[in-house]
C-alpha cells in the first residue's frame, strides 16, 4: 500500500517521474556495461559480461545501489548526485572509481553540463578525504579517479551520437628537452548525447 501512494504521488509531478525513470534504467547492470565498455577507458578490451560481473558484489541483483547522493560538507552548497557509484578500479587493485551518473533530460546549452560537470568532480574529490572508500589524511596520492559522466537526451540533431571527454592534462610550458603530454588520471567529465534509438544483443 504505501509503495503504491508512492508510485502515485510519484506520478503526479511529471518531471520527477522522468528524473526516477532515467536513474531506475542506469542502475540497470546491463545497462551501465554497454556505457562503461563504449565510453570509459578503464573498461575497454573488456567483454561485457566481465564488465557486468565486476559492476557490484551482490551478484544476485541486476541492479546497482547507488551511495549517498547528498553531499553537504560546504554550508549552504548542497549537491545531489543522480546516481553514485563506488567501484573497483578493473585495471589497479589499489585503486577504486568514483562515478557520477547524470542523466539530463534537455540540452542547456552553452557549456553548462561541461563546467557544471567539473564542479561535481572536485566536489567528490574533496569528499574523498578521510571517507572510507577515498584517503586519508595527507595521502593524496592515493586518490581514486572520479568520473561526472551526463546523458543528455534532449538536443539539437548535429550533436546526435557524438561523446565528449575532458580531463586533466599536464603540459610542460617552460624547460627544453622533449616530454610526452600525459593525462593526470584523476578527473573526468563525459558527455554523451545518443540518438533516439539503438538495439543491441547482450551476452
Known amino acids: 500500500m504505501q509503495e503504491r501512494k508512492a508510485w502515485e ?7 520527477r517521474s522522468y528524473d526516477a525513470q532515467c536513474k531506475k534504467i542506469l542502475s540497470l547492470k546491463k545497462i ?4 562503461y565498455k563504449e565510453c570509459l577507458s578503464e573498461y575497454k578490451g573488456l567483454s561485457l559480461k566481465e564488465i557486468y560481473d565486476r559492476l557490484d558484489t551482490d551478484p ?11 553531499d553537504l560538507k560546504i554550508p549552504d552548497s548542497k549537491v545531489c548526485y543522480d546516481l553514485l557509484f563506488k567501484l573497483a578500479h578493473p585495471k589497479d587493485p589499489k585503486r577504486r572509481l ?4 547524470e542523466p539530463q533530460g534537455i540540452d542547456p546549452g552553452k557549456d553548462v553540463l561541461y563546467h557544471r560537470g567539473f564542479y561535481y568532480v572536485c566536489r567528490l574529490i574533496d569528499g574523498q578525504r578521510n571517507d572510507p572508500q577515498g584517503f586519508t589524511g595527507d595521502a593524496y596520492a592515493d586518490m581514486h579517479k ?5 546523458i543528455c537526451l534532449r538536443h539539437p540533431r548535429y550533436k546526435d551520437n557524438k561523446l565528449y571527454r575532458y580531463y586533466v592534462e599536464e603540459n610542460r610550458i617552460t624547460g627544453k628537452g622533449k616530454t610526452k603530454r600525459r593525462g593526470k588520471d584523476t578527473m573526468e567529465v563525459l558527455i554523451l548525447y545518443p540518438r533516439r534509438r539503438y538495439r543491441y544483443d547482450f551476452y
Open 9 to 15: 504521488a510519484l506520478l503526479k509531478d511529471p518531471q
Open 60 to 70: 544476485t541483483s541486476n541492479k546497482m545501489v547507488s551511495q549517498n547522493v547528498e
Open 146 to 150: 572520479v568520473i561526472s559522466f551526463w
Open 32 to 35: 551501465l556495461a554497454y556505457l
Open 98 to 101: 568514483w562515478i557520477d551518473m
